[in-house]
């Protein structure tokens, strides 16, 4: 049995083009948030808020796809320097449930138009079906991997 057979053959492989088209959005998308002084972790967080106000650290965390503790250094950042807000205490356990300031918000809606148009043009060469299709397609993956396997 040859290398090929019991390796990954990275031209075939779907797992492995999943990658590199993550990183490649990822590169475009730190590329047009840097001129607004954000990381793609620092806009994840903004818009996570806008559309799910007053989660915790630990689901911003999940849905920006970082560790708790990076997204309490972030949170920190944030509010200290005026876009997001967080309760002194907590109303209940030991969440700190944060909400968009002003400034977050107007931020947010440069950083959105952003990353919209990166999108755009990652999907410039698929008809809408062919978006659709992949749209199932991807999430049809994900279910698959995170259930019971």
């Keep these: 049995m040859s290398k090929r057979d019991t390796g990954v053959d990275l031209d075939t492989s779907l797992g492995y083009l999943l990658k590199e088209a993550s990183t490649a959005l990822r590169v475009a998308m730190e590329e047009v948030l840097r001129p607004l002084g954000m990381t793609v972790t620092h806009y994840s967080c903004l818009e996570l808020l806008a559309q799910r106000p007053g989660m915790s650290n ?19 950042a944030l509010e200290r320097d005026g876009y997001v807000t967080r309760p002194a205490e907590a109303a209940v356990g030991k969440v700190l449930p944060a909400q968009l300031t002003p400034r977050g ?45």
């Design 58 to 76: 630990s689901e911003l965390a999940r849905g920006a796809f970082v560790t708790r503790q990076s997204m309490n250094v972030l949170l920190q």
């Design 105 to 149: 918000r107007q931020s947010l809606e440069e950083a959105s138009a952003a990353v919209r148009a990166v999108e755009v043009r990652m999907l410039a060469g698929m008809t809408e079906d062919e978006q659709e299709i992949a749209f199932r397609a991807l999430r049809s993956m994900i279910d698959s991997l995170r259930g019971p396997a």
